[in-house]
């Protein structure tokens, strides 16, 4: 498994229902608004350095389910056979209950 660094951290994106309209119509991916995904952290880097060579601690950690922003870079590798998202944490909009 790959470990991240800094305040990167990997995310299993979970899996997208298909979106609908009322009268059953189904939307493609292209027409979805939406610009936030949910899924479960897998890995999470140490944290962002401050400028007095502190680390700020992490908000997330491994298992924690998060709603966060799309990627807009498109980065994600494959570890254990899954596909993971490298967002960062700032990214992370909040922790699912």
């Known amino acids: 498994m790959f470990k991240p660094l800094s305040n990167k951290v990997f995310i299993e994106a979970a899996e ?3 979106q609908k309209t009322k009268s059953g119509i189904v939307l493609p ?24 060579g502190e680390r700020m ?29 490298v967002v960062d944490e700032e990214d992370i909009l909040a922790v699912i209950d």
């Open 16 to 18: 997208e229902e298909q």
């Open 29 to 52: 991916e292209t027409a979805e608004k939406e610009k936030f995904l949910r899924g479960t952290v897998r890995a999470a880097g140490p944290g962002k350095l401050t400028d007095k």
């Open 57 to 85: 601690p992490m908000g997330v950690k491994v298992g924690d389910r998060v709603l966060f922003k799309k990627p807009w870079s498109g980065d994600e590798l494959e570890a254990d056979g899954k596909k993971l998202l």
